[in-house]
Structures are given as C-alpha cells and as structure tokens.
C-alpha cells in the first residue's frame, strides 16, 4: 500500500488531539492572568466577562469533545472532524478578537505587554502542536493575530507592531511547513518500518519454494484450531498427504526437478481447498498438512480423492523430462472435547497415511474410530 503524505486521517487527527488539548488549560489559566493585571477587567468588566466566558465555553467543549471523540466518529467521522476544525479556529479566532481588543485601548501599557507576550507564547505553542497539519497551523496563527494587526492598521497605531505581527504569522507559517515535512517523513519511515515488518513476519510463516505455510506457522495455527473447534464443538479435521516415491524423482531428475513439482503439488492443494479457514501447509520435504474446521467425514473423503486424482494424471515436463508421481493421504476427524489432545487426533491422521502406504500408495485411507478423539 502507497503513503499517501499530507492526507488528514485518524492518526494524523489523534496526533493533533493530543497534541493540542493540554492548551485548553493554559488558556483559561492565562486569560485569567491577562484580565487581572493592573485590575483590568475591573476597566473594562463587560468585555472581560464576555472574554472569559467565550474562553472557557470553548474550553470546555473542546475538553468535552476530546473525551467523545471516539463515540462521535463511529456514527459521524466527517461531522466529528469538522468539529474538532471548527473548534480549534474558534479558539485561535476567539483569542485575536481578545488580542485585539487590548491593543487597541488607550493607554494600558502593562496589560498590553503582558497580552502580546502571552499571545506570541500560545500562538507559538498552537503553531507546533498543528504540525501535522501546516494549513491548521498557518490559519491558526492568522486567526489568532490578524484582527489585532487589521484593527491597529485601521486606527493607524503601533504600525512597526502591526509589521511585526505580519512577519510573525510568515515566520510561524515557516516554521509550520518545515515541522510538517519532518512530521510525514516520520509518518512514513513509520509506515514502511511496519510494511517490511509484516512482510518480514509472512516470509517467517511461509515455505519459500511452494508459497504455502510453513511447519513453525502449523504448529501455531493448529493450536488455535484445535481450540476454535473445541468451543465450538464442531468437527476437525486432519489431512496429511505424502508424494509416493518422491526421492527417486530427486535422485532421477535432480532437486530442481523436485522443487518444481513440488510447486505444482502446492498448486494442487490452494486450487482445492479454498475456504478461509482451510489451512494448508507443507510439513517437511515431500509432505504436506491440512487443517479443515466443520467439514465432514464424506466430504473430506471426497476432497482427498480429489487430490489424489488430480496428482495422478498430473504431468511435469522439465527440460524435456516427463515427471508423473502420485501421492497417499491420510485423514482423522473428530469433536474435540475439553481434555482432548489434539496430538492424538494427527497420530491417527499420521498411522492413516502409513496405512496407505503400506497398502500399495495411491490412495486415501480414513482413519475410523468413531468421532472422539
């Protein structure tokens, strides 16, 4: 699967998340400290009530909607990432009006300083904790000093301060797209660490020549099977197949010959059993092991012969060389009950296919004891 850099999906949203929500508390705290100092809001008490209630409201929601998030997006993830959006610009936009205000007033020097730095410290802070996103990040910084700047423009006041803001927003917007390059860089070092890592563990579980599974990933599937098909009480059943006379097509034709239709054998069993809990693997050597969950006696039987069939009118040419073999199988099947080994149930499988081979090969050999094993 390609990566696809810069596409706005769950991950890249947690990482915004929480990137972001701790500085809903830094908010309320310094709104707080920018109307106390010099007893500010005691100037100016209705601006500073509605200030400090937009704030906290908007706080509180996005606290809120942090904790909701998971709940909303199983139902709605477009509505709930246009929330998450709407409310981050609603914080920085909310903020600018602030800001703006205060730059605005006479006099009032202190509470001016204090609103810039405080102001410069947040919206520096938001820049970095939107990264993932450079286009958030920018739009925050707008939103968050612009008013200010548009509004000190018009009055025609603090101009070298208005020119300093308009730099600010490039520089943070810099800052903004490198931080984000770095970002999906990691994102996508991360995405390939986890493709090769996969592709490692599947090599790890499959037989490099015949594409099957290995003998290692049997043994770790049979366990589950065995207790998938005890809770379930349902019927499993064990195949284990053997290519009759397989050395002398070695010691004849050579080992590539074998591998080659040691492949095609493989062939034979993925065309047959298709189902997605059908496992098929090859054991070692010349033979193979199938695992089959809630399939019956007669249908295995009829599976089996199949294969058999299939096998013995099966042709290989290799460098002009004509290679036919055929191959014995043996089946067990039971309900396995608490208690049960299912160690027993592949010796049953395993003494199937020395019976078929001991009694001329070419053939399917069920092993009956009835259904326990």
């Known amino acids: 699967m390609a990566f696809k850099r810069h596409q706005i999906n769950r991950r890249v949203i947690d990482d915004l998340k929480s990137r972001s929500i701790i ?23 209705s601006f ?3 200030f400090l209630t937009a704030m906290f409201l908007i706080a ?8 909701l998030f998971d709940k909303i997006d199983k139902k709605a993830p477009r509505l709930n990432y246009c929330i ?40 520096s802070g938001g820049v970095v904790a939107f990264i993932p996103s450079w286009r958030t990040a920018a739009l925050y910084s707008i939103f968050m000093l612009m008013p200010a700047a548009i509004a000190m423009f018009y009055l025609g006041i603090h101009i070298a301060l208005v020119v ?26 991360e995405h390939l660490l986890r493709l090769k890592s996969e592709e490692i563990e599947k090599i790890s579980r499959m037989d490099v020549l015949t594409g099957l599974y290995n003998r290692r990933y049997f ?3 049979f366990n589950i099977q065995w207790k998938a098909a005890t809770r379930g009480n349902m019927m499993f059943t064990i195949i284990i197949a053997d290519i009759d006379h397989f050395k002398e097509i070695n010691d004849t034709y050579g080992h590539l010959a074998g591998d080659a239709y040691l492949e095609k054998i493989a062939d034979v069993f993925s065309g047959i059993f298709l189902r997605d809990t059908d496992f098929v693997a090859r054991y070692g050597g010349e033979e193979f092991v199938l695992l089959l969950q809630n399939l019956d006696k007669n249908r295995a039987i009829e599976l089996s012969e199949r294969i058999r069939s299939e096998v013995e009118n099966m042709t290989l040419f290799h460098y002009n060389h004509k290679i036919q073999a055929t191959v014995s199988l043996g089946i067990s099947s039971c309900v396995p009950q608490t208690g ?20 001329g090969r070419n053939q399917v050999v069920f092993y009956s004891d009835g259904e326990k094993c």
């Open 219 to 221: 043994n770790e599937i």
């Open 60 to 67: 509180a929601f996005r606290i809120i909607h942090h904790y």
């Open 340 to 359: 049960d080994k299912k160690e027993y149930l592949f010796k049953k499988a395993d003494n199937a296919l020395y019976q078929a081979k001991n009694s």
């Open 164 to 189: 300093l803001l308009i730099l600010f927003i490039l520089y943070m917007t810099m800052i903004a797209i490198r931080g984000n390059r770095e970002y999906w860089d990691a994102l996508e070092n």
């Open 84 to 123: 998450f959006f709407t409310s981050v610009y609603s914080t920085s936009l909310t903020w600018g009006v602030g800001f703006a205000y205060f730059m605005i007033q006479p006099g009032e020097l202190s509470s001016k300083i204090i609103m810039l730095a405080s102001t410069v410290g947040l919206n």
């Open 48 to 50: 500073s009530v509605f």
């Open 23 to 45: 500085g809903m508390y830094f908010y309320l705290l310094v709104t707080i400290a920018v109307l106390t100092v010099e007893g500010f809001y005691k100037k100016h008490i």
